[in-house]
Protein backbone atom coordinates (compact mmCIF):
# COMPACT_ATOMS: atom_id res chain seq x y z
CA UNK A 1 0.00 0.00 0.00
CA UNK A 2 0.77 3.60 -0.52
CA UNK A 3 3.27 4.88 2.31
CA UNK A 4 4.43 8.41 3.33
CA UNK A 5 7.46 8.72 5.99
CA UNK A 6 8.21 11.55 7.53
CA UNK A 7 10.90 11.74 10.24
CA UNK A 8 8.90 11.32 13.46
CA UNK A 9 11.03 12.70 15.57
CA UNK A 10 11.07 16.74 16.74
CA UNK A 11 14.01 18.38 14.55
CA UNK A 12 15.41 21.20 17.00
CA UNK A 13 17.68 23.61 14.79
CA UNK A 14 19.54 26.93 15.85
CA UNK A 15 18.31 30.39 14.74
CA UNK A 16 20.05 31.12 11.65
CA UNK A 17 20.91 27.51 10.67
CA UNK A 18 19.02 25.89 7.77
CA UNK A 19 16.40 23.13 8.95
CA UNK A 20 16.18 20.24 6.63
CA UNK A 21 13.29 18.14 6.50
CA UNK A 22 12.54 14.77 4.52
CA UNK A 23 9.62 12.91 2.95
CA UNK A 24 9.89 9.69 1.71
CA UNK A 25 7.33 7.45 0.13
CA UNK A 26 6.54 4.09 -1.25
CA UNK A 27 4.31 2.43 -3.71
CA UNK A 28 3.22 5.23 -5.64
CA UNK A 29 3.94 7.85 -8.35
CA UNK A 30 2.76 10.91 -7.58
CA UNK A 31 2.02 13.86 -9.83
CA UNK A 32 3.06 16.60 -7.22
CA UNK A 33 3.83 16.67 -3.77
CA UNK A 34 2.86 19.43 -2.00
CA UNK A 35 4.27 20.81 1.90
CA UNK A 36 1.75 22.71 4.79
CA UNK A 37 2.77 24.13 7.80
CA UNK A 38 0.62 23.39 10.79
CA UNK A 39 0.85 25.19 14.00
CA UNK A 40 -0.99 23.53 17.36
CA UNK A 41 -4.93 24.66 17.51
CA UNK A 42 -4.43 25.36 13.26
CA UNK A 43 -5.22 23.63 10.20
CA UNK A 44 -2.70 22.90 8.10
CA UNK A 45 -1.72 25.81 5.61
CA UNK A 46 -0.20 25.71 2.17
CA UNK A 47 3.70 26.27 1.21
CA UNK A 48 4.65 25.15 -1.82
CA UNK A 49 3.70 23.06 -4.76
CA UNK A 50 6.16 20.73 -6.91
CA UNK A 51 5.09 18.74 -9.67
CA UNK A 52 6.87 15.18 -10.92
CA UNK A 53 8.72 16.75 -13.93
CA UNK A 54 10.68 19.74 -11.16
CA UNK A 55 13.06 19.15 -9.37
CA UNK A 56 13.40 22.44 -7.03
CA UNK A 57 10.96 24.90 -6.19
CA UNK A 58 11.75 28.12 -4.42
CA UNK A 59 10.33 30.78 -2.68
CA UNK A 60 11.55 33.39 -0.25
CA UNK A 61 13.26 31.29 2.20
CA UNK A 62 11.67 28.13 1.57
CA UNK A 63 13.27 25.83 -1.26
CA UNK A 64 11.62 21.90 -2.02
CA UNK A 65 13.10 19.00 -4.28
CA UNK A 66 11.46 16.12 -5.33
CA UNK A 67 14.12 12.95 -6.79
CA UNK A 68 11.62 10.64 -8.20
CA UNK A 69 14.20 8.26 -8.41
CA UNK A 70 14.93 8.24 -4.84
CA UNK A 71 10.97 8.91 -3.92
CA UNK A 72 12.25 11.70 -1.57
CA UNK A 73 11.70 15.04 -1.11
CA UNK A 74 13.56 17.47 1.07
CA UNK A 75 12.09 20.90 2.43
CA UNK A 76 14.72 23.55 3.50
CA UNK A 77 14.14 26.41 5.75
CA UNK A 78 17.11 28.81 5.21
CA UNK A 79 18.13 31.81 8.48
CA UNK A 80 15.72 29.71 10.01
CA UNK A 81 13.86 32.15 12.94
CA UNK A 82 12.15 30.70 16.56
CA UNK A 83 9.06 32.10 14.03
CA UNK A 84 9.10 29.04 11.46
CA UNK A 85 9.18 26.77 14.69
CA UNK A 86 5.91 24.32 13.72
CA UNK A 87 4.55 20.92 12.23
CA UNK A 88 5.55 20.41 8.37
CA UNK A 89 3.01 18.26 6.52
CA UNK A 90 4.42 16.62 3.18
CA UNK A 91 1.59 15.51 1.28
CA UNK A 92 1.28 13.27 -2.26
CA UNK A 93 -1.28 13.65 -5.00
CA UNK A 94 -2.60 11.82 -8.34
CA UNK A 95 -5.13 11.55 -10.15
CA UNK A 96 -8.40 12.85 -7.54
CA UNK A 97 -6.19 11.03 -4.08
CA UNK A 98 -3.73 12.69 -1.91
CA UNK A 99 -2.39 11.36 0.78
CA UNK A 100 -0.58 13.17 3.83
CA UNK A 101 2.16 12.57 5.95
CA UNK A 102 2.02 12.60 9.64
CA UNK A 103 4.72 15.49 9.80
CA UNK A 104 7.69 16.82 11.44
CA UNK A 105 7.61 19.36 14.22
CA UNK A 106 10.23 21.28 13.66
CA UNK A 107 11.65 23.54 16.70
CA UNK A 108 14.08 26.71 15.83
CA UNK A 109 16.15 27.73 19.07
CA UNK A 110 17.00 31.26 19.75
CA UNK B 1 -12.98 37.00 6.47
CA UNK B 2 -12.54 34.81 3.50
CA UNK B 3 -11.13 31.60 4.86
CA UNK B 4 -12.57 27.95 5.60
CA UNK B 5 -15.13 28.34 8.70
CA UNK B 6 -15.99 25.49 10.78
CA UNK B 7 -18.52 24.92 13.56
CA UNK B 8 -17.97 24.42 16.02
CA UNK B 9 -14.74 24.54 17.31
CA UNK B 10 -15.01 22.28 20.45
CA UNK B 11 -17.82 19.98 20.87
CA UNK B 12 -17.91 17.36 24.07
CA UNK B 13 -20.61 14.74 23.94
CA UNK B 14 -21.09 11.44 25.57
CA UNK B 15 -20.95 8.05 23.67
CA UNK B 16 -24.16 7.44 21.77
CA UNK B 17 -25.30 10.46 20.81
CA UNK B 18 -25.07 12.19 17.32
CA UNK B 19 -23.00 14.83 16.17
CA UNK B 20 -23.10 17.26 13.06
CA UNK B 21 -20.30 19.35 12.34
CA UNK B 22 -20.21 22.29 9.28
CA UNK B 23 -17.91 23.62 7.26
CA UNK B 24 -18.33 26.70 5.31
CA UNK B 25 -15.80 26.97 2.45
CA UNK B 26 -14.01 29.60 0.81
CA UNK B 27 -16.86 31.14 -1.85
CA UNK B 28 -16.49 30.15 -5.53
CA UNK B 29 -14.50 26.83 -4.23
CA UNK B 30 -15.99 23.85 -6.27
CA UNK B 31 -14.05 21.06 -4.21
CA UNK B 32 -14.53 20.35 -0.39
CA UNK B 33 -12.72 17.30 1.69
CA UNK B 34 -13.35 16.17 5.16
CA UNK B 35 -10.20 14.88 7.27
CA UNK B 36 -9.48 13.28 10.36
CA UNK B 37 -6.94 14.15 12.19
CA UNK B 38 -5.80 12.18 15.44
CA UNK B 39 -3.16 12.82 18.14
CA UNK B 40 0.39 12.06 16.44
CA UNK B 41 -1.46 11.10 13.31
CA UNK B 42 -1.57 12.21 9.72
CA UNK B 43 -4.26 13.63 8.03
CA UNK B 44 -6.94 10.77 7.21
CA UNK B 45 -9.23 11.62 4.20
CA UNK B 46 -13.21 10.75 4.66
CA UNK B 47 -15.13 12.00 2.20
CA UNK B 48 -14.43 14.72 -0.91
CA UNK B 49 -17.33 16.48 -3.11
CA UNK B 50 -16.61 17.71 -6.39
CA UNK B 51 -19.21 20.26 -7.72
CA UNK B 52 -22.16 18.46 -8.87
CA UNK B 53 -20.32 15.44 -8.44
CA UNK B 54 -21.12 12.46 -6.36
CA UNK B 55 -19.01 12.41 -3.62
CA UNK B 56 -16.09 9.95 -2.86
CA UNK B 57 -16.69 8.51 0.12
CA UNK B 58 -14.44 6.06 0.56
CA UNK B 59 -12.32 7.38 3.39
CA UNK B 60 -15.43 6.99 5.33
CA UNK B 61 -14.64 4.67 8.32
CA UNK B 62 -18.07 3.12 8.91
CA UNK B 63 -21.82 4.08 7.96
CA UNK B 64 -22.32 5.58 11.34
CA UNK B 65 -20.46 8.84 9.28
CA UNK B 66 -22.37 10.34 6.47
CA UNK B 67 -21.82 14.46 4.85
CA UNK B 68 -23.62 16.44 2.57
CA UNK B 69 -23.18 19.51 0.96
CA UNK B 70 -26.22 21.97 -0.08
CA UNK B 71 -25.95 24.11 -2.49
CA UNK B 72 -22.46 23.49 -3.28
CA UNK B 73 -21.30 24.99 -0.59
CA UNK B 74 -21.96 24.71 2.79
CA UNK B 75 -21.32 21.00 3.92
CA UNK B 76 -21.84 18.88 7.04
CA UNK B 77 -20.55 15.82 8.81
CA UNK B 78 -22.67 13.86 10.62
CA UNK B 79 -21.40 10.84 13.07
CA UNK B 80 -24.45 9.09 14.43
CA UNK B 81 -23.99 6.47 17.51
CA UNK B 82 -20.91 8.20 18.83
CA UNK B 83 -17.63 5.64 19.79
CA UNK B 84 -15.06 7.00 21.97
CA UNK B 85 -12.65 6.45 18.91
CA UNK B 86 -14.33 8.88 16.78
CA UNK B 87 -12.76 11.25 19.34
CA UNK B 88 -10.10 13.79 16.82
CA UNK B 89 -9.78 16.71 15.35
CA UNK B 90 -12.04 17.10 12.46
CA UNK B 91 -10.94 18.97 9.25
CA UNK B 92 -12.05 20.48 6.27
CA UNK B 93 -10.75 22.21 3.24
CA UNK B 94 -11.56 23.68 0.21
CA UNK B 95 -9.88 24.31 -3.20
CA UNK B 96 -10.66 25.99 -6.44
CA UNK B 97 -11.23 23.23 -8.44
CA UNK B 98 -10.22 19.52 -9.07
CA UNK B 99 -6.84 20.55 -11.11
CA UNK B 100 -3.94 18.34 -9.54
CA UNK B 101 -1.86 20.36 -7.03
CA UNK B 102 -4.06 23.03 -6.44
CA UNK B 103 -4.26 23.74 -2.78
CA UNK B 104 -6.42 22.71 -0.12
CA UNK B 105 -7.29 25.60 2.36
CA UNK B 106 -8.44 24.59 5.87
CA UNK B 107 -10.35 25.23 8.08
CA UNK B 108 -9.10 25.06 11.99
CA UNK B 109 -10.87 22.27 13.09
CA UNK B 110 -13.41 20.97 15.25
CA UNK B 111 -11.76 19.37 18.06
CA UNK B 112 -14.73 16.35 19.12
CA UNK B 113 -14.34 14.41 22.47
CA UNK B 114 -16.20 11.57 23.22
CA UNK B 115 -16.59 10.76 26.98
Do not use: M
Not at chain 1, 50 to 58: D, L, P
Not at chain 1, 80 to 103: E, V
Not at chain 2, 35 to 42: D, E, F, H, M, V
Amino acid sequence: SQKIEQNSEALNIQEGKTATLTCNYTNYSPAYLQWYRQDPGRGPVFLLLIRENEKEKRKERLKVTFDTTLKQSLFHITASQPADSATYLCALGGDDKIIFGKGTRLHILP
Amino acid sequence: GAGVSQSPSNKVTEKGKDVELRCDPISGHTALYWYRQSLGQGLEFLIYFQGNSAPDKSGLPSDRFSAERTGGSVSTLTIQRTQQEDSAVYLCASSLDRALGQPQHFGDGTRLSIL
